[in-house]
């Protein structure tokens, strides 16, 4: 069960399954992400687990969306289950979806999206039921009601952050192995919920909701249209960046415009006309300075290199649209240059631009249109040959049968070869800031474990008045101040690389969806 | 590179006065002509030709005129090398005090270096041409040298070889390689310091264009570019060099900068010619993320694993960067 059998991507999710759920969990796991469809029996006797910790980690994982199940094709009374990759890799990313969410809404959506990530698959009464409880401990002094959760979850389906699961299928009792299914238009339709029984159930304090009329209907986060959002914001980073700020609000605008007309799965929106932008930026109560100048900086966006606005046609004031392949490839390339730049330096980025852009170069070509000195420029060639971000394509010259035949060398960039080989690089990366995270936390944990009890018992007696005042000062000198000062720096260290994980996420997030356009288009 | 040799005409002196023969007015005419001929066929005449073009000349003023001429180093008298026949050629050199001894070799190898012009020639290429073998050539070079007919320059283009050319020759362009060599080096520092002055000059534009803000993103957008011939201007007026940049080479220098990543261009119409216009522009990203962790960066990324030398949880680049 050693990990060098694994891909670094598949590396990820293991890590990632065993520090969110377990060992047991992340046992199973990591053998379904290594075998793909399995049985539960091939399961059992691979892990040595027992039986009922394997369902037990199954269920777990399909009431998560990390595994699906579906007949086996040999046997179809019997199912198979498989990992879900892209749902696990997603764990990483819970955070940054709290994050987001309570950005564009506010505390009360951002609570429902924690209490349905934590229970994976949840129906809409008991995800209201358990934020207010929640809402209600943090916050004795208001309550909340729940109809004021019902709007707010209500909203998070309309803009599609959350989605129905499938539910069984019509002849699905007839089958051993159940299939599920659910149709387009009930994607993200909210049922009638009675709020009464839950207004009851919080005033008696209750900790689950009983039986309600919706608990059929369940919900799960929408990964899609986080990933899309993920998207968004670095689009409009980028451009801020290239024009000026007004310029990211009113591509913010024309993004969600595009989001609602077109099918998340294209790799191009379709196009929406001047007039609509026009509108929804006067609609939106904009800065000044937008409405003013809008031609000009929808122009300036359209002109600018990077492809973040294309114009297909001239119907309707102008057709505008995105090409998703082109800006990511845009995006892409950046990262590949920012990465060259830091690892080896000015005069090879230089180079790998410079070869990239041209599409073939020889070395003397190279040296004399970058105006490097030839000794350089071979050393810094060779470099970025050896670290496979330049390819070599030889062709021969001259037909001789006889004579060795001399031979042109040119150099390129083959993208998507480079792409991938940086996206294997950076989740072996993440995995390794992963590591190293869990290994300082481990060989501490005596240490944090005792400073952890001591903060707890200080709140306790804190809480208590009739503790007197010396006792308290005692307790807290059972901690060295040196211990005191190691455990302010592991938490900072393991800060650190929280913050560092999440960074090697966007390289990879970007990555990925170049790739993933790229395919697309072909 | 072996053209084919077109020998240039050179001014052929006026005869010396010598014992002049009493010379008839048909002699005269018959030399005009034999002349004549033998500029007609630089390759050399022999008796047949002389027949075909001159059947009515007596054989024994033929005899006289020729030897006439060869006295007076007009022409000179050469065996074919199969038929042994007899060939006879216009002696174009002028009677001057390189004549003599190793004339002919000399002559050879300045009248090849002479045809090469201002782009010089090599000593392979010389070797080749003339026939010669390697210490006579040399020994010719070094006295021609020494006698200040010809000089060597430094080539860029095949590595340090010396080329030769006439001494009062300018060497070519291509040879020296422009502004950026200096004696066959190519000028790292001082390629530098212009790309680094024009990135400047660029970014000061380009605040002064951001000022007008309240104009609208396309004023200053537009108002950010310059075009290669004014930069080429403000280069030159703040004199960090000793000799005048051309409009090329300043668009040479820009290029590297397009290809660096920190400015893009834009050709503009203006009028019925099209000039290249530059500004600075940002990167889509400040940075890839990954970088900003130590894996990231790492130059020992792939032989970084769970068990060996290098990992994660010994690494000593993490344990600087968590510092």
């Known amino acids: 069960m050693s990990s060098f059998t694994l891909g670094h991507f598949s590396q990820v999710c293991s890590q990632l399954l065993n520090h969110y759920y377990g060992e047991i969990v992340g046992q199973v796991g990591s053998y379904l992400l290594r075998r793909g469809n399995r049985m539960l029996t091939d399961i059992r006797t691979a892990t040595g687990l027992s039986i009922r910790e394997v369902k037990k980690a199954l269920a777990v994982m399909i009431q998560h969306n990390l595994v699906k199940f579906q007949a086996s094709e040999r046997n179809n009374i019997v199912a198979e289950y498989s990992m879900m990759h892209h749902n696990v890799y997603c764990l990483i990313r819970y955070p940054k979806y709290l994050y987001m969410i309570k950005r564009i809404y506010g505390t009360s959506e951002e609570i ?28 004795d002094s208001e309550v909340l009601s729940p109809s004021a959760l019902h709007q707010s979850f209500q909203r998070l389906a309309q803009d ?74 670095i689009l409009v980073n980028a451009a801020a960046r290239r024009v000026d700020t007004t310029a990211g609000e009113l591509y913010h605008l024309i993004l969600k415009l595009w989001r609602e007309s077109s099918n998340p799965d294209s790799p191009a929106t379709t196009p929406v006309s001047y007039n609509v932008i026009k509108d929804a930026v006067r609609k939106n109560d904009s800065s000044p300075i937008l409405l003013e100048h809008f031609d000009h900086y929808l122009r300036v966006l359209h002109e600018d290199s990077a492809g973040l606005i294309d114009k297909p046609g001239d119907a309707g004031g102008g057709q505008f649209n995105l090409d998703y392949s082109k800006v990511f490839e845009n995006l892409a390339c950046a990262s590949l240059d920012s990465i060259v730049l830091e690892r080896f330096g000015s005069k090879a980025l230089r180079l790998f631009r410079l070869t990239r852009i041209q599409k073939f170069m020889e070395q ?50 083959d993208l998507p070869q480079v792409v991938r080989t940086v996206l294997e690089a950076s989740y072996k990366g993440l995995f390794n800031a992963m590591v190293r995270q869990m290994h300082d936390l481990t060989e501490n944990k005596r240490l944090l474990e005792k ?33 005191k000062s190691l455990v302010e720096k592991i938490h900072l260290m393991s800060d650190n690389l929280t913050l560092g994980q999440t960074q090697a996420d966007e390289t990879i997030l970007i990555l990925e969806s170049y790739l993933k356009f790229k395919s697309k288009e072909l | 590179m072996v053209s084919k040799i077109v020998i240039k005409k050179e001014k052929v002196d006026d005869a010396r006065p010598g014992p002049s023969v009493p010379r008839d007015d048909d002699m005269t005419e018959i030399e005009a002509r034999i002349l004549e001929l033998l500029r007609e066929y630089p390759k050399g005449i022999n008796d047949k030709i002389l027949e075909t073009h ?10 006289i005129v020729l030897n006439r001429l060869l006295k007076e180093k007009k022409v000179y008298m050469f065996k074919a090398p199969v038929t042994n026949a007899l060939f006879w050629c216009l002696n174009e050199q002028p009677a001057s005090i390189k004549l003599k001894g190793v004339d002919k070799e000399e002559n050879a190898v300045m009248r090849i270096i002479e045809e090469a012009g201002n782009k010089g020639i090599l000593n392979k290429d010389i070797r080749d041409q003339s026939g010669l073998n390697l ?56 390629v530098d310091i212009v790309n680094q002055q024009c990135y400047r000059m660029l970014q000061q534009k380009a605040e002064a264009a951001r000022l007008k803000a309240m104009d609208g993103p396309l004023i200053v957008r537009n108002a950010s570019f310059l075009s290669s011939k004014e930069m080429c201007q403000m280069i030159s007026d703040l004199n960090i060099v000793k000799f005048n940049l051309t409009v090329e080479e300043i668009e040479a220098i820009l290029e590297t900068l397009v290809y660096d990543g920190k400015i893009e261009m834009r050709m503009v119409s203006d009028g019925d010619e099209k000039i290249k216009t530059y500004r600075t522009v940002e990167t889509l990203l400040s940075s890839a993320a990954i970088v900003r962790i130590p894996c990231g960066v790492c130059p020992v990324i792939e032989k970084c694993g769970t068990v060996g030398e290098v990992q994660p949880k010994n690494c000593a680049y993490y344990d600087q960067w968590l510092d």
Not at chain 1, 117 to 128: D, F, H, T, W
Not at chain 1, 210 to 216: T, Y
Not at chain 1, 365 to 387: D, G, S
Not at chain 1, 394 to 406: D, I
Request: hydrophobic share 40%.
């Open chain 1, 112 to 139: 429902l999206l924690e209490i349905l990530l934590n229970l994976g698959q949840a129906s809409a009464s008991n995800v209201i039921f358990h934020s207010a409880n929640r809402l209600n401990e943090a916050n």
């Open chain 1, 160 to 233: 599609n952050f959350i989605i129905r699961c499938p539910k069984l299928a019509e002849n699905a009792t007839l089958l051993k192995v159940p299939t599920l299914e659910i149709e387009e238009k009930e994607k993200f339709a909210v049922p009638n919920v009675e709020i009464e029984p839950i207004a009851r159930m919080l005033k008696e304090k209750a900790t689950q909701l009983g039986g309600h009329c919706d608990s059929e209907i369940i919900w799960r986060v929408n990964h899609e249209r986080f990933d899309i959002e993920l998207r968004n914001v």
């Open chain 1, 364 to 413: 003397d070509q190279m040296q004399n249109v970058a105006m490097i000195p030839a000794k350089e420029a071979k050393m810094f060639t060779y470099k970025l040959l050896e670290h496979n971000f330049l390819q070599i394509k030889e062709l021969k010259k001259g037909t001789s049968n006889f004579a060795p035949v001399k031979s042109f060398i040119l150099y390129h960039v």
């Open chain 1, 451 to 483: 400073h952890a009890m001591l903060e707890s018992m200080l709140e306790r007696l804190k809480g208590d008045d009739g503790v007197p005042e010396e006792e308290i000062a005692e307790l807290s000198d059972t901690m060295h101040p040196a211990e």
């Open chain 2, 54 to 63: 001159m059947s009515n000349l007596d054989k024994q003023i033929q005899i």
């Open chain 2, 135 to 190: 210490t006579a050539i040399n020994k010719i070079l070094k006295a021609l040298e020494g006698k200040e007919l010809i000089k060597s320059v430094l080539s860029i283009s095949v590595a340090k070889i010396k080329v030769y050319m006439l001494f009062d020759l300018e060497p070519d362009r291509s040879v020296t390689g422009g502004s950026w060599y200096t004696d066959g080096e190519f000028e790292s520092e001082l």
